[in-house]
Structure formats: C-alpha cells, structure tokens
C-alpha cells in the first residue's frame, strides 16, 4: 500500500541533499527543499516500508515535525526551491512571448496579452519554435524559474501539463501551463496563475 510522508527538519544544515540520496535509494517519490529558515521540508509518498525508513532517517536529521499527509501521486522525487534555468516574457507589436529554458533549449509561447496574477484570469498561449518568434520587441519581465509539479520537466511539457515557479520583477509564484488542443508548433495552451500567496486578484 502507498503511504505518504509531510515533514519539516531542524538540523544540519547538508539535510536537503542528504535526504535526496536517501529517497533516492529508498525508492520514494516526492519533493524536499531547503528554506532560507534553515528548515528542510520534506513531501514522500511510496511503498510503506520506504516511507517508514525515510521517517527514520530524518530522525538522525535533527528535531522533526510532521503534518498531516496524502498520497499525491508524484513520478519523481525532486528538490524544489532551485532554479532551473531562465525565463523571460517579450512585449511586441504583435502581443506577448513567454520563453523558457528547458534541458538546454527554448520552448516559447505567443499571447495575445500579457500574463496576469489573477488566478481567475486564463490566457491562450500557442506554442511556437523559438527561432520563429518575431524579432525586436523588449522585456516585459525577466527572471528565474523553478519547475514544480508531480511529473519531472521537459515530460510534464510533452503530457501536456507543466507547473512551474517564477521569480520576476512582474511575475512571482506559481503558474500553471495546460495544452487543451493538438500537439506541438501551433497547439492551444493557457496559462494560469496559481493561488499562492503570490496571486492578486483583479490584476
């Protein structure tokens, strides 16, 4: 049976690396990150003997509190809280492009409109080669990202559903990418804003 583990750790300050190789070996799915307050937060789900193993290694982390947790269904254990590589959003006679580094390349997007911080508020977003996004144009906002969601990065952009994390002047927390129509150059896609503590509503 699954079994889920939600854990913050007090402790030395190499845990988040620690616990990755740990579940790694465990063969446990899920997330740790390493916070700026020196808590490693810790999200595992899997086989119930691994989850248990896991629980005991972060005992010999340091002090441990635990919450209330669900299996998610998670297909990797990753860390979260570091960047995956750059994104920028372009402002043109012609709307907008959001483009992002994956795994060495550029996946871009076109939008008739700029990307909001209201979670209520869905852009369309078609998928388009890098190479073939107008030139000129400016920086609308610019800045770091991190990938997120329960399926690793770039598979979560081939099913069709990838979460990611931005770090921007304009754009902050997470958001959402969902392709609703065909596949590849040309196909639908909206983007959503999370509701994180980063959303605005009516922006």
């Known amino acids: 049976m699954s079994a889920a583990l939600r854990a913050e750790v007090r402790g030395d300050a190499g845990g988040r690396d620690a616990v990755l190789a740990r579940a790694h070996e465990l063969g446990v799915r899920g997330w740790v990150r390493a916070d700026e307050d020196g ?3 810790v999200h595992a789900e899997g086989d119930g003997e691994a ?7 972060l005992a010999g982390l340091g002090e441990v509190g635990e919450q209330p947790a669900k299996v998610e269904g ?3 254990f990753a860390v979260r809280g570091v960047p995956a590589g750059a994104f920028v959003v372009r402002a043109g006679d012609r709307g907008f492009a959001l483009v992002l580094e994956v795994a060495g390349e ?3 997007w076109t939008l ?6 209201d979670p209520a508020v869905r852009r369309m977003a078609i998928q388009t080669p890098a190479e073939r996004l107008p030139a000129g144009g400016e920086d609308w906002d610019r800045g770091l990202y991190e990938q ?6 770039p598979e979560a952009l081939r099913r069709g559903h990838a979460v990611c994390v931005l770090h921007g002047d304009r754009l902050r927390g997470g958001f959402a990418l969902q392709r609703t129509r065909g596949e590849g150059p040309g196909s639908q896609w909206l983007l959503v804003k999370r509701r994180d503590a980063e959303a605005v509503s009516g922006s």
């Open 39 to 41: 808590m490693v937060r």
């Open 51 to 57: 989850v248990a193993a896991l629980r005991a290694f």
């Open 74 to 76: 998670h297909e990797q």
């Open 106 to 108: 550029l996946a871009a």
């Open 112 to 117: 008739r409109r700029e990307p909001s911080m």
């Open 148 to 153: 997120g969601g329960r399926v690793p990065w």
